[in-house]
Nanobody
Framework: VQLQASGGGLVQAGGSLRLSCAASGRIVSNYHMGWFRQAPGKGREFVAAISWSGSSAYYADSLKGRFTISRDNAKNTVFLRMNGLKPEDTAVYYC?????????????????WGQGTQVTVSS
């Protein structure tokens, strides 16, 4: 599976962005998908994940209500809608894919990773 993240950019605090993760290769609909982020000088942090069918979504507690993950299996694409952005949301955002169920917030369980897209939120 090859993953290509896009949609990042510079936005003012309070603004919105929608990230996309286009997948190719194997049948992506068989994979659970996740978004992680890494800010400068910090470790990789779980953001959100969605089951292969799209029926279940999981979020970092601190991001619930602002971020929404979704997927379109027909287009092999996963989205992350981010509203009410804050300067502390500034990070490189990565999408990832995994076959195994459960432990969605554990980055070590993901099989494939995209290259990341930069999100910068100015105050």
């Amino acid at each position: 599976v090859q993953l290509q993240a896009s949609g990042g950019g510079l936005v003012q605090a309070g603004g919105s962005l929608r990230l996309s993760c286009a997948a190719s290769g194997r049948i992506v609909s068989n994979y659970h998908m996740g978004w992680f982020r890494q800010a400068p000088g910090k470790g990789r942090e779980f953001v959100a994940a969605i089951s292969w069918s799209g029926s279940s979504a999981y979020y970092a507690d601190s991001l619930k209500g602002r971020f929404t993950i979704s997927r379109d299996n027909a287009k092999n694409t996963v989205f992350l809608r981010m509203n009410g952005l804050k300067p502390e949301d500034t990070a490189v955002y990565y999408c990832a894919a995994k076959r195994a169920t459960l432990h969605y917030s554990d980055s070590s369980g993901y099989d494939y990773w995209g290259q990341g897209t930069q999100v910068t939120v100015s105050s």
